[in-house]
């Protein structure tokens, strides 16, 4: 073979090459986009799939610091953590924009857990908001 050939073939198997990691980021990107728009379908009522019912909820006990006049106090600010923008969102009670938003995204969470924020769970105070959040990260 000559060399003109050798050229040849090489410019062959760098453009096969590059074509093939073309294909596999494109198919990467649509394969995220496609657990994305699963979560969005869970979220809006639709269920994912059939798993069993398991809850990985774990709520961290009171603080035995807390004295009855700490726990009345905190009884009148009340926030429900739910689904809010992909992510996980704290809403005060009565507000409509989150004192918090985590990082964590839904789409990456089981099922039991995205069918249990979408209902909502309440916490007593920041606090223990920021304690369940915590079981997500």
Excluded: C
Aim: proline share 5%; net charge negative.
């Amino acid at each position: 073979m000559t060399h003109k050939k050798y050229k040849l073939y090489t410019l062959w198997l760098l453009i096969i090459t590059i074509t093939a990691l073309v294909v596999t980021a494109a198919m990467l990107s649509l394969k995220r986009s496609a657990a994305a728009a699963q979560v969005d379908t869970a979220v809006q009522g639709r269920p994912l799939s059939t798993k069993p019912d398991t809850v990985y909820y774990t709520p961290n006990p009171a603080p035995s610091q807390e004295n009855s006049e700490t726990l009345a106090d905190a009884q009148e600010d009340r926030y429900l953590i739910t689904v809010y923008r992909g992510r996980i969102g704290v809403f005060q009670e009565g507000k409509t924009v989150p004192v918090l938003v985590t990082d964590t995204e839904i789409y990456l969470l089981p099922e039991e857990d995205v069918q249990l924020l979408k209902k909502g769970i309440t916490a007593k105070t920041l606090n223990e908001a920021k304690g369940i959040l915590e079981d997500y990260d």
